[in-house]
């Protein structure tokens, strides 16, 4: 999807996110759909939401940054009538035993992350995981 035109790739994510209300897991389906995307050094600045791109420019841009990975899988879920309800925060943290750091997605109780191709309970995720900031996504419908 990401290798076509700007209108073709609006309609191929369109079709992408038609798919995820019937998909039987679509979050694992959203981060495979993010795998192909056009990867960049980091593109978007994760500290200051008021730089972030909308759904719109960020496909427009077609340029993923770690950080616009995990945003392009918020905007996807968010964008359907199935995660319509959901609670959408991300997440900048840092796993202080192993110092990485993390751009994590939570969506309601579950976690997604572009540094990893699980699902994870939010209780389930390391106590060593510290969340420096939490972004509350405003609703898209």
Not at 18 to 29: A, G, T, Y
Not at 123 to 140: C, E, F, G, K, T
Request: charge should be negative.
């Amino acid at each position: 999807m990401f290798e076509k035109s700007f209108e073709a790739r609006m309609s191929a994510w369109r079709k992408f996110r038609d798919s995820l209300e019937s998909s039987d897991d679509p979050l694992k389906d959203v981060i495979s759909f993010y795998k192909s995307a056009p990867y960049v050094s980091m593109h978007t600045d994760p500290w200051d939401q008021k730089t972030w791109p909308g759904p719109w420019q960020l496909l427009h841009e077609n340029r993923y940054c770690e950080f616009a990975i995990v945003l392009g899988m918020c905007y996807s879920l968010q964008l359907t009538n199935r995660f319509n309800h959901s609670n959408f925060e991300i997440h900048i943290s840092t796993n202080n035993e192993k110092s990485e750091s993390y751009y994590l997605l939570y969506i309601d109780d579950l976690v997604i992350g572009h540094n990893t191709d699980s699902v994870i309970e939010k209780r389930n995720l390391p106590d060593a995981l510290y969340s420096q900031r939490i972004y509350q996504m405003p609703v898209l419908h």
